[in-house]
């Protein structure tokens, strides 16, 4: 059961017209929307230890990083500031589900969701972000102004804790409410100023860059078994200029260097744990001791309901006759007759044996596999019944 945003076109069209092309603005993409949560719940999150939040003076740029003290928000203006926290998705979980909307695109390319509260006057500023961003609008009404050229001048603003382009000519503007949604591509500069008491939920997407993925390749094929063997020279010849880097020297290096393992199953397994793993600071909750896998079946036959973890993303792909599943930057590998339940648990936040067939629901292997998913904490099962 999909519960896509409605972005007035197929999710097909919309990837092939705007995405990662052009802004898009659609009225109402989440009808009836409601807000996850109160701007007194989200500065109250700001407060807390753990909780990546900055709270922005809309006149001077200045940028105060939390954990705010409470006394902070007694202190604000009436007008021209903003209140912006990271990572809702793990704290409020109908904020996560704000990512069930976008499901039309990979787990691996999901940041998180931002929420920014701001009076009137709020705003970040004219920017432009290096990763693609849904703007939803929650409570209270946001202007927007969008500059698209593809040839601008992107320049900052020195000295300011934010960065402010120092050029910004909007040739769009706009007036998001409730349940509107903005697509910005990266690289677009835009601009959102609270017309009044305002909450804005960015859906924020994450690209690795090349020279990212190479220091992760290298640095996870280094802890590896493969990495071990040590640099060894045992019919070294005796050198007359000890400065000289010699040929049998480079030779030994250029083989250690080159043995590591660049095959497509290599990098695709390595893809696996990089897509998948927890950024720092999070940590899968495992149990304090492992469940067994009959105790965990008992309560799964029966049918109680299972939640994910919103630390981690979950993710698998086939290669050959087998099939691996990332969580945590766990490798799991399984059987491949488990498809269907790797589907179910990478695209559904909470689910039960109910929604599998019954031949699944009664395997052991897929039970094997739940098991040590739970055993990770990446999933548990949840208070209340589904
Ligand atoms: C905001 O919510 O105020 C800023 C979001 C953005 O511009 O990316
Ligand atoms: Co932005």
Redesign the pocket.
């Known amino acids: 059961m999909k519960n896509h945003a409605r972005l007035g076109m197929s999710a097909r069209a919309f990837l092939s017209r705007f995405w990662q092309k052009k802004p898009l603005f659609v009225r109402a993409g989440i009808p009836d929307f409601v807000d996850p949560l109160t701007p007194e719940e989200l500065a109250g999150l700001a407060c807390e230890d753990g909780v990546e939040s900055r709270l922005v003076d809309s006149r001077t740029w200045r940028v105060h990083f939390g954990p705010h003290p409470e006394s902070a928000f007694r202190k604000l203006p009436k007008t021209h500031w903003?209140l912006?926290v990271q990572e809702v998705q793990r704290f409020v979980p109908e904020a996560a589900r704000l990512l069930d909307a976008f499901s039309f695109l990979p787990n691996h390319r999901i940041d998180d969701v931002?929420v920014?509260f701001?009076p009137k006057g709020g705003?970040?500023g004219p920017?432009d972000?290096s990763y693609d961003?849904f703007?939803v609008q929650g409570q209270g009404r946001r202007r927007w102004q969008i500059d698209a050229r593809t040839r601008r001048d992107r320049a900052l603003k020195t000295g300011l804790d934010l960065k402010i382009l120092k050029r910004f000519e909007p040739q769009e503007e706009l007036v998001c409410e409730r349940g509107d949604i903005l697509y910005?591509p990266p690289g677009v500069a835009?601009h959102?100023v609270a017309l009044g008491d305002c909450l804005?939920y960015?859906i924020g997407f994450r690209a690795p860059n090349r020279g990212e993925l190479w220091h992760e390749l290298v640095h996870d094929a280094a802890e590896t078994k493969a990495a071990e063997p040590l640099y060894r020279d045992p019919n070294i010849a005796e050198c007359k200029h000890p400065g000289e880097l010699d040929l049998a020297s480079r030779k030994r290096v250029r083989e250690m260097v080159r043995a590591l393992d660049l095959s497509d199953g290599a990098i695709d397994r390595f893809f696996g744990r990089f897509a998948t793993r927890l950024k720092p600071g999070h940590d899968l909750a495992a149990p304090p001791s492992p469940m067994t896998t009959g105790a965990f079946a008992k309560r799964w036959r029966r049918g109680d309901a299972i939640a994910r973890s919103e630390e981690c993303r979950f993710s698998y792909f086939r290669s050959g006759g087998s099939l691996l599943f990332y969580c945590g930057g766990h490798e799991i590998p399984i059987a491949p007759r488990l498809l269907p339940l790797a589907q179910l648990v990478s695209e559904r936040r909470r689910f039960s044996s109910r929604d599998t067939s019954d031949s699944l629901a009664k395997d052991p292997k897929a039970q094997q596999f739940l098991t040590a998913l739970a055993n990770h904490g990446a999933i548990f099962f949840a208070r209340a019944k589904s």
């Open positions: 903003t912006l931002m920014s701001a705003t970040v920017h972000d961003v703007l910005v835009h959102g804005t960015s």
